[in-house]
């Protein structure tokens, strides 16, 4: 906290850079980073003038435009925003921010700043790293400087002291009203979802699709906006980092906070007046449904009478992710009825063991009856899934692998992901005995020297089932690169059809039948939406 500041006015400004994924889209539909423009919101509405700077969304190479970003004004403070996927690439933007503005007082926040601030002292450029919500701190933090105070002791915040300790000073977490004044302080007039939406709809080739029908549903997907009703997730899953994330800044078990049902509603209305031509409204609270849930019935009437009305359009669509153990045939009718077209689950596996390992045996027998009610209702399940857990058998991989299969052809969708990521703040992230099992990767970060070990995967303790899923994972990078220079960008759901196709040689030498290879084959082709022309790519890439 020793170096000496330049204060530039009685009103500081903020600039506040969302975290970058120079990939961006690869993996998922990206969107405008909310949790920054969250802050922002906030910051503006205490009188504080703050930019966003978005680098998956700017004019040219991220790095140039943020250069010309920060000489074009006195910036009082500039956050960086951090995931554990996009770190290196966060962490580059940061070492620019003071490479170009040495005087600049550099904050990073966000979820991996919070589980590992040891780390970003180490690797990066920064004055202070705030934990958990950033709201408080940074109003403390801007007040400070207005008020030429130190700026040291702020709740909610690491500093290093100068002799390099670490001292974390916990913050609790926003109430329910103060996370509801933060939420509706997002300012969603001003996000540019109309960009992304024409980068995704040229990333996908919307224009060259054979049908109307298939551009309709696409343009449904795509033409979206992500909203944010719930603080945290409470489920405690021991892949997932979400339940810790709270816990952590606070110091303790922090209280679950939601908006209400006519507080969503508001959101709704405000988001369709900033951004008219929006089809699909995504709830991305980690968890939208709870068992014990007094918001979703009446959220949904609220909805329907809304549409009714005329207070927002009729064909409005919803999408939210959702635990299959809090679904019931009356929710699902309700949800369906309001224009909820799909509905994410995380299924993660089918082995019960498997569901034990992560925390979450009490979904099974849930998800055989409440996949179907949900297709019979008209709606499209997006399942999740982990193929394998560090305790897993090849039992439990072709079990997942085959039910994964069956789901798809009752019409399901289906995002697929090898192994457990040991995502910071996870309970699997933290636990020794899983360290013969995590795989490093050694990050770089551009324009600088620095390079540290990322764990990046926990394998299977079973050579031979950690043997199959390496060896699927290269059989489907082979595939996919190939089918992506033949045809668009292919989005989670296909992939998924094709790591079972990648699987099916691999797990039959191990004595597991999956599937039929030609059967999968073309169901891959029936969906590849631009593929006409070269459909032999997939063929010649499988065999
Ligand atoms: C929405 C979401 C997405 C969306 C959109 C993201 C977006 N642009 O808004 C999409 C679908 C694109 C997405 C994609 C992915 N996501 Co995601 N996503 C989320 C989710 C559910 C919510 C994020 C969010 O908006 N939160 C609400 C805002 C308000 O909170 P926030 O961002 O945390 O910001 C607050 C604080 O962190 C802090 N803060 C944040 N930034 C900064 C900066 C400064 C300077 C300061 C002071 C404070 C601060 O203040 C904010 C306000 O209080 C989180 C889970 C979660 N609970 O956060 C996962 C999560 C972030 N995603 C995750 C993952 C793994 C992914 C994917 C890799 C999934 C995949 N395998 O494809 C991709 C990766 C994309 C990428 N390149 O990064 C993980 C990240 C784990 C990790 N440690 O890195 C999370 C945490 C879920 C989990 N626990 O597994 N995701
Ligand atoms: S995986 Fe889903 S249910 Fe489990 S803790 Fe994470 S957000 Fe909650």
């Known amino acids: 906290m020793?170096?000496?500041?330049?204060?530039?006015?009685?009103s500081p400004s903020a600039l506040l850079i969302g975290p970058y994924d120079p990939h961006c889209g690869e993996f998922t539909f990206l969107a405008p980073p909310l949790g920054v423009w969250r802050l922002a919101g906030v910051l503006e509405a205490a009188g504080i003038e703050t930019k966003v700077f978005d680098p998956n969304c700017c004019r040219g190479p991220p790095q140039l435009a943020l250069e010309r970003e920060l000489l074009s004004g006195a910036w009082d403070i500039v956050g960086v925003s951090t995931t554990g996927m996009t770190l290196r690439f966060d962490l580059e933007l940061a070492h620019i921010v003071r490479r170009v503005t040495p005087e600049a007082f550099i904050v990073a926040g966000g979820m991996e700043a919070t589980f590992r601030p040891e780390l970003m002292f180490e690797l990066g450029p920064f004055d202070l790293i705030v934990l958990g919500e950033g709201e408080r701190p940074l109003l403390d933090l801007v007040a400070r400087r207005r008020a030429g105070q130190p700026l040291g002791g702020i709740a909610g915040t690491?500093?290093?002291?100068?002799?390099?300790?670490?001292?974390?000073?916990?913050?609790r977490a926003l109430s329910r009203d103060e996370l509801r004044d933060a939420i509706f302080s997002t300012p969603y007039d001003k996000m540019p979802y109309s960009a992304y939406w024409e980068r995704l709809e040229s990333a996908y080739r919307i224009g060259a699709l054979p049908s109307k029908a298939a551009r309709e549903?696409?343009?449904?997907?795509?033409?979206?906006?992500?909203?944010?009703?719930?603080?945290?997730?409470?489920?405690?899953?021991?892949?997932?980092?979400?339940?810790?994330?709270?816990?952590?800044?606070?110091?303790?078990?922090?209280?679950?906070?939601?908006?209400?049902?006519?507080?969503?509603?508001?959101?709704?209305?405000?988001?369709?007046?900033?951004?008219?031509r929006v089809r699909t409204i995504i709830f991305q609270d980690d968890i939208f449904v709870f068992t014990r849930d007094h918001r979703i019935l009446p959220l949904c009437e609220g909805i329907i009478a809304a549409k009714h009305s005329g207070r927002i359009p009729v064909h409005l669509q919803f999408i939210s992710t959702n635990r299959i153990d809090a679904m019931s045939a009356e929710r699902l009718t309700?949800?369906?009825?309001?224009?909820?077209?799909?509905?994410?689950?995380?299924?993660?596996?089918?082995?019960k063991k498997v569901l034990g390992e992560f925390n979450?045996?009490?979904?099974?027998r849930h998800i055989e009856p409440m996949l179907s009610a949900a297709l019979a209702n008209g709606v499209t399940p997006f399942l999740d899934l982990i193929l394998s857990s560090p305790h897993a058998a090849l039992e439990d991989v072709g079990q997942t692998l085959r039910e994964a299969y069956r789901w798809l052809r009752e019409g399901c969708e289906i995002g697929m992901y090898p192994y457990?990521?040991?995502f910071s703040g996870s309970a699997y992230a933290q636990d020794p005995s899983l360290l013969p099992q995590t795989y490093y990767a050694r990050q770089r970060v551009?324009?600088?020297?620095?390079?540290?070990?990322?764990?990046?995967?926990?394998?299977?303790?079973?050579?031979?089932?950690?043997?199959a899923i390496l060896r699927m994972e290269s059989s489907f990078e082979a595939m996919l690169g190939e089918i992506e220079e033949h045809t668009a960008h292919l989005p989670s759901r296909l992939r998924s059809l094709l790591w079972i196709l990648a699987s099916l040689p691999?797990?039959?030498?191990?004595?597991?039948?999956?599937?039929?290879?030609?059967?999968?084959?073309?169901?891959?082709?029936?969906?590849?939406?631009?593929?006409?022309?070269?459909?032999?790519?997939?063929?010649?890439?499988?065999?």
């Open 217 to 276: 549903a696409h343009l449904a997907e795509i033409r979206s906006v992500r909203l944010i009703t719930l603080n945290y997730c409470p489920m405690g899953c021991t892949f997932c980092s979400a339940t810790n994330f709270l816990h952590e800044a606070q110091g303790s078990v922090a209280s679950v906070a939601r908006l209400e049902a006519d507080e969503c509603l508001t959101m709704i209305e405000r988001i369709v007046a900033a951004h008219p």
């Open 360 to 364: 979450k045996a009490q979904i099974q």
């Open 420 to 422: 457990v990521i040991p």
């Open 2 to 10: 020793g170096r000496a500041r330049r204060y530039t006015s009685d």
């Open 158 to 171: 690491a500093e290093r002291t100068k002799d390099g300790q670490i001292i974390r000073i916990p913050q």
């Open 506 to 543: 691999i797990m039959a030498e191990l004595g597991q039948y999956i599937a039929d290879e030609s059967e999968v084959r073309s169901e891959l082709h029936a969906r590849l939406p631009t593929l006409r022309p070269a459909a032999a790519p997939i063929a010649a890439a499988s065999a």
């Open 334 to 351: 309700a949800m369906s009825r309001a224009g909820f077209r799909v509905l994410g689950f995380g299924i993660e596996n089918f082995s």
């Open 446 to 467: 551009a324009g600088t020297d620095i390079a540290w070990q990322q764990p990046v995967k926990i394998l299977p303790i079973d050579p031979i089932v950690s043997g």
